[in-house]
């Protein structure tokens, strides 16, 4: 228990910082913008760096539609995140830090040399956001018959972060979890000193050496001995296998600028990329970056083998064409126009329309004619995040009612 709580909380502190402006690029990918535009961009994302507190709402929504096998016609869940975001004087000092991180490597240095980065970082972080769940009434109806419990089409998590202490009032999902009376409510549990006593015990020094092994070598028996870094790290390996080397892949990258727009109020140049997603999946990168997920175990003790991988990319450089002609890969970045200039919104969109790969399968036969789709059949991932009130003073509190769980308790834990 006590291992995967601590490699919980360890993941979760990485995962909460998608949220955090200080994680921001300070270098964009600028293709052939030109140079006015190329410094509008740089400029945006650089004084991303240094903003002290703003609001965001994000959504993000997946379907999953018209797949054999599916067992149900849609599959879709939308999640909203609400929240105000606040950084002390520690947090805005180890932002500077960890504006500097841009590489597998530079993540792994500091991990090793300098965790109390990251633990400031999170001790002077405060956030109160409300994430929300809406999902499909049809999957809604098979996550309960498959786990015995009614799951509810709408439900919310609200979280708070103050002075190290992380807040979740577990009130909507208690229902859904075995003898989870009890943790209706608010709950907090002392963040902070946990990924301090982490920090002093090495694991994310541990951590930061299994990010800097051969890929081959990170297999489950090595890292038996120290769960928490192993999981950490298997958490982490995937993201930074891509993180090593962020400029490989953008010879398949495409960045032009749109009509500008106008949001909440605010005149915004538009940005877009879009990915060549055939040519990136059958480039030598994207060869050698499954092929080390592989050797890692990331992808399960039934990967495929090295040749298997590459015989079946091979394959794909000569379907390519008509298996992806129905997907779309693209992102928007909007950029204030007035000064100083900002990130106002940021977008992803990957949509792929199965309509014609499902066809051909079932000309060829390797897809029974009983089994496809009448309707529409696609994969689809969007996201939204919209900014605003930057450096304006953000009121948040810890809730009064909460029944703490104190870091000694958690590291004690059996």
């Known amino acids: 228990m006590r291992s995967k709580l601590i490699s919980l909380l360890l993941v979760m502190a990485l995962l909460l910082a998608s949220f955090s402006t200080a994680f921001a690029q300070a270098e964009p990918f600028c293709g052939d913008l030109s140079a006015d535009d190329c410094a ?3 400029t945006a994302m650089q004084n991303m760096l240094g903003v002290t507190s703003y609001q965001a709402s994000a959504e993000y929504r997946g379907v999953v539609a018209g797949l054999p096998g599916l067992g149900i016609d849609e599959a879709a869940v939308t999640v909203t995140v609400d929240g105000a975001f606040s950084y002390g004087e520690s947090a805005v000092a180890a932002a500077s830090a ?10 792994a240095a500091l991990m090793s040399e300098s965790p109390e980065v990251l633990v400031d970082f999170y001790n002077g972080w405060s956030f109160d956001m409300v994430i929300v769940a809406d999902i499909s009434e049809e999957l809604a109806e098979a996550l309960s018959a498959d786990l015995g419990v009614t799951v509810p089409t709408l439900f919310s998590i609200p979280i708070k972060l103050v002075d190290g202490v992380l807040y979740v009032n577990l009130t909507d999902v208690a229902p ?4 989870g009376e009890s943790l209706a409510g608010w709950l907090g549990f002392e963040f902070g ?5 982490a920090a002093e015990q090495g694991l994310f020094e541990a951590a930061a050496a299994q990010m800097q092994m051969d890929p081959s070598m990170m297999d489950p028996s090595m890292l038996a001995s120290s769960p928490e870094s192993a ?8 993201a930074q296998t891509a993180m090593a080397d962020p400029t490989a892949f953008e010879k398949y990258m495409d960045v032009s600028r749109a009509d500008d727009d106008v949001i909440d109020g605010t005149d915004v140049a538009v940005f877009v990329t879009k990915m060549d997603v055939a040519g990136l999946i059958t480039s030598p990168e994207f060869v050698d970056l499954i092929k080390g997920l592989a050797e890692s175990g990331a992808l399960g003790e039934e990967a495929p083998s090295a040749a298997d991988i590459e015989q079946a990319l091979t394959m794909l450089s000569f379907m390519g064409p008509m298996l992806f002609q129905g997907l779309v890969s693209e992102s ?8 100083p200039h900002y990130i106002v919104a940021q977008t992803t969109l990957f949509s792929w329309d199965l309509s014609g790969l499902l066809q051909m399968a079932a000309m060829t036969g390797a897809l029974p004619a009983d089994q496809m789709p009448s309707g529409a059949s696609l994969i689809e991932f969007a996201t939204s995040v919209v900014n605003s009130a930057f450096n304006e ?4 509190n810890a809730p009064a009612d909460a029944i703490i769980i104190p870091a000694e308790s958690m ?3 059996p």
């Not at 859904?176 to 003898?179: A, D, K, M, V």
């Not at 000193?193 to 006593?197: G, I, T």
């Open 40 to 42: 509008l961009l740089t």
């Open 98 to 107: 960890l504006a500097g991180v841009q590489t597998q490597e530079d993540l």
């Open 411 to 413: 590291m004690a834990a």
């Open 393 to 396: 003073p953000q009121t948040i």
């Open 193 to 197: 000193p946990v990924l301090e006593a």
């Open 231 to 238: 999981a950490l790290a298997a958490g982490l390996f995937a």
């Open 176 to 179: 859904l979890i075995e003898g």
């Open 332 to 339: 928007t970045t909007a950029v204030s126009l007035d000064e």
